[in-house]
DNA sequence: TAGATTGTTAATCGATTAACAATC
DNA sequence: TAGATTGTTAATCGATTAACAATC
């Protein structure tokens, strides 16, 4: 009923850089879809996206049989089918907590909203904070998680609080039936097993990027 | 002269996960020092970010020897040989192109100006964002990168336009001498050898959170 | 000294790429 | 059919981990 090729291969859970491609296929692919293409191949899949185009194939295939010999993807499908592989072919409803700078920029960001991820709670414990309103939701403050995110059946949250905060808040976080937490702060958040974290550390990026221009005396490619 | 070991076995580019890490054991030796610590060994400071510590003195090792066998490694000294490995032991003007919800909360965001990384320039093409002034610095039109990014001297770019002008403002930052490029754009850039690219995207962080969540049925650990 | 811990080699593991029979 | 492209196996490459002599 879920797709109209064969079924997956397996059940197992695949590795982090395979889920990250997969992402980028997509994109790449809805891409395609509003030029008005119906099918690519994973060359120009790969291609477009600097990626070998045996790495498109076999990242494919660790999901299941999509492609059609000779003919490449057809985009509608696969972008069907890979939505669902992501788990975003329905909403996240996603709690944001800390409304700081970066809080209440990530509120606005239009991307999340746009995969399906909506922010439908807001938390922090800034007394100054509680009971005001950011786009039209209104700061709760932690106490009242457990029963926001039951009422709400969150699964996922953005947590954008300050370094020190952020251990702490994460524990409340998962006892209060959290699952999943993308983490601004930047320390590395030390969860119970069957809870998932993705870190996304921006100063981290930028040193990369320093070291790479530091590294980069003209000539060498770095497009990475 | 820049450090009291011995140097470097060789002057080739780390590869990115090492650079990533070590950004992690330098927020973690900080951490250290602040607590009013001197040494640490490679199995205390990967037990604190869940890696292997063989991996961390092989990390360490990649760009000299900074450790003492039987004591670990100095805090301090590590942390200064760190910082001049990363490129981050001196000030990094940076030039912050798009300034939608994204591009103000990157200008207010701590974390980057504490890693010595300064917003300098702010850039837009829309005519109701140029001229305005966001933390005492005025947005310019991108015909006046060039002029901008020589007098002041800036190497870096955080890119923050929306995702059909990300190729083309980029194309206009390598034109005007920028070499690295922070992108938050949802697009893959194309960009000269030489320049260097780090892409962040939150989507496709978001979604790899989802992807875990939903392949995790209590039980099994994925704290990564 | 004895104990601790490094830097490094060798072993293992996993990820990427090339090659190609099978398929449309 | 001939040409194109898949899925998959085998080969390669790189990254992680274990083990240990060297060192303080």
Redesign the interface.
Known sequence: MRDPRRDPPAAK??P?AV??RV??Y???LEHFERQGRTTVSSSQLGE???INNAQVRKDLAFFGQFGYPGVGYRIEELIAALRH????DHE?PLALVGLG??G???L?????R??G?HIVALFDNDPEKVGQTFDGLTVEPLEALRKTVSVRMV??A?LSVPAEAAQRVADQLVTCGI????NFA?????????????A?????????????????Q???????
Not at 108 to 112: L, M, N, P, S
Not at 218 to 224: E, L, N, Q, R, V
């Open positions: 859970v695949a982090k889920v990250g992402s980028l997509l994109r790449q477009s996206l600097s592989i992501l788990g975003i996240w700078n970066l209440r920029a990530l606005k960001y239009r991307g999340f746009s995969r991820f699964r996922l953005a699952h999943g937490i993308l930047p320390v590395t958040l030390s969860v119970p097993s069957g809870v998932s974290v993705v996304v550390d921006l100063s981290v990026q930028l040193e990369h990027l320093a070291y790479k221009v530091q590294n980069t003209g000539g060498i490619s770095y497009a990475g």
